[in-house]
C-alpha cells in the first residue's frame, strides 16, 4: 500500500494536479495495486471564482485537508502553509508529496517534506525565465533543486536542470499535464454560453470579433507607472478591437490604489470577474488574440492556435515562441502594437509540442508507481 499527497494551492495548480490524481488511480487499479491518494489545498486562493468553481469543473475530489492559509506577504503565506502543511505530513506520513508549478505552495510543501526524508514529486520542474526577480523563478529553482522526482513539459527544462547540476536520472520528459487537461475539456468549454451573456454573438450568431487580456504579474501590476503605461496602451488597442478583461484580484485592487480607472472607462473594455475554467477556455478560444503576462496562458494559447501576445520581457516557455503562437512583447508600447497589428494579419494553427498529447499524466503516474513499488 503507498500513500501520496498532492499539493495544489493557487488557481493555476489545478488543471495540472487533476489529470494525475485520476490517472494514478486508473493505473493503481490496472495494476491491482492499493493507492491512497489525499489532496491537500493550502488556501493560497481561496475566493470562488479562483478555487471552488475550478474544483467543481474540473472534476476534482474535494480537498482532505484545507489549510486556509490565505493571502499575504511571501514570507508570511510561505511561512503559514510550512507549519500548517508539516502538521499533515506528521499526520499522514506519505511514501510521496507531488507538488506542481511555481508557487508559494510548491516551494513551501517540498521544504516540508524534504525535511522529513519524503521524496517529492515536480510536475513542470525546470521551466526558468532565468529572471530572478520573478518570484517564480526562485519557486521554481529551489523546488527543482530538493526534488527526487523531476517531470517536465518541454526539452529546454532538461538542458536548465543539468546545467543546475541535477541529476539527469531524476529528470522525466513527461509532457504537459495542463494541456491534457486542456484537450479533455476544450470542447465542452467551447458550448459555454458565456459569449451570449457577454453580448459578444450578434443576432446572426456570429461571433463579434474581441481580444481578451489577463493581466497579474506584479512587475506589471504592483507599480503605477508600468500599470500605467500598460493600460494606456491597451486603452489605444481596444478602439480597434474590443478587449475582454477577466480582472484578477491584484490589479482591481491596484487599479483602484492608483486611479487608474479612467484609462478602463477611456477604451473599449469589457471587465469581467475572474472565470473559472471551461468559461476562461472558451473565451480563449474564441478570441483574435490574447495579451497577457500568465506563464500557462502561453500554453493553452498555442495549442489552441490563439495568437499569444506575452506582456513581459522573458519567458520560461520557450516552446510557445519556436513551436507555437506566442511572442514576447514586454511592456513597451511600440512593440506591443506592431505585434498586435502583426498578430491580426496572420494566420495561426492549433500546435502540439512533443508530449502536449493528452497523456502526460498517463506516463507520470507509470513512472511513480514503478519507483513507489
Ligand atoms: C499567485 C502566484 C502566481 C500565479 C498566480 C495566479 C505566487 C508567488 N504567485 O499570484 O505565480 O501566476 O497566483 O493567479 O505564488 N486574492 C483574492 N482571492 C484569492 C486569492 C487572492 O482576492 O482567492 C487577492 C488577495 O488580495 C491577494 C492578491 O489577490 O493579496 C494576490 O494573490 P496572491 O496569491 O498573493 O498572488 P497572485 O498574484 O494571485
Known amino acids: 500500500m503507498s500513500k501520496i499527497i498532492h499539493v495544489v494551492g493557487a488557481r493555476p495548480n489545478f488543471m495540472k494536479i487533476a489529470p494525475v ?27 470562488p471564482e479562483m478555487s471552488s468553481l475550478m474544483f467543481e469543473q474540473l472534476g476534482l475530489p474535494t480537498p482532505d485537508y484545507n489549510l486556509d492559509v490565505g493571502s499575504g506577504g511571501h514570507g508570511q503565506q510561505t511561512g ?22 511555481d508557487v508559494n505552495s510548491t516551494i513551501a510543501c517540498a521544504l516540508d517534506a524534504k525535511k522529513m526524508n519524503i521524496p517529492v514529486a515536480h510536475i513542470e520542474a525546470g521551466l526558468r525565465s532565468f529572471d530572478r526577480e520573478m518570484p517564480e523563478e526562485i519557486n521554481r529553482i529551489l523546488t527543482d533543486a530538493i526534488s527526487d522526482y523531476l517531470f517536465t513539459t518541454e526539452e529546454s527544462a532538461r538542458m536548465n536542470l543539468v546545467g543546475e547540476g541535477i541529476d539527469g536520472g531524476k529528470i522525466f520528459f513527461v509532457g504537459n499535464t495542463m494541456i491534457d487537461t486542456l484537450l479533455k475539456h476544450k470542447d465542452a468549454a467551447k458550448s459555454r454560453p458565456i459569449l451570449k451573456q457577454l453580448n459578444l454573438i450578434d443576432g446572426n450568431h456570429n461571433t463579434q470579433a474581441y481580444g481578451l487580456v489577463t493581466l497579474h504579474r506584479p512587475s506589471n501590476v504592483d507599480k503605477v507607472e508600468p500599470l500605467k503605461e500598460l493600460l494606456s496602451c491597451l486603452a489605444e488597442l481596444s478602439k480597434d478591437l474590443p478587449l475582454v478583461m477577466p480582472i484578477h484580484p491584484r490589479t482591481k485592487a491596484n487599479i483602484e490604489k ?17 472565470q473559472g475554467y471551461l468559461d476562461f477556455i ?37 516552446i510557445t515562441i519556436s513551436e507555437g503562437t506566442n511572442t514576447l512583447v514586454g511592456n513597451n508600447p511600440n512593440a506591443i502594437v506592431k505585434a498586435f497589428n502583426s498578430a491580426l494579419t496572420k494566420d495561426f494553427s492549433e500546435k502540439r509540442p512533443k508530449y502536449w498529447d493528452g497523456s502526460a499524466a498517463q506516463r507520470i503516474a507509470e513512472i511513480l508507481l514503478t519507483h513507489l513499488a
Not at 503559514?80 to 508549478?101: C, H, N, S, T
Open 21 to 47: 490524481i485520476e490517472a494514478i488511480n486508473a493505473s493503481a487499479a490496472r495494476k491491482g495495486r492499493s493507492v491512497t491518494q489525499i489532496l491537500v489545498h493550502t488556501g493560497q486562493h481561496y475566493t
Open 80 to 101: 503559514r502553509i510550512m507549519e500548517a502543511f508539516e502538521q499533515v505530513l506528521l499526520k499522514e506520513q506519505p511514501d510521496l508529496v507531488v507538488v506542481v508549478g
Open 258 to 274: 492608483f486611479n487608474l480607472m479612467h484609462l478602463i472607462e477611456s477604451g473599449n473594455f469589457l471587465l469581467i470577474e475572474p
Open 282 to 318: 472558451c473565451l480563449l478560444s474564441n478570441a483574435k488574440l490574447i495579451l497577457s503576462d500568465s506563464g500557462g496562458i502561453q500554453e493553452e494559447a498555442t495549442v489552441l492556435g490563439v495568437p499569444c501576445l506575452t506582456l513581459r520581457e522573458n519567458t520560461e516557455r520557450p
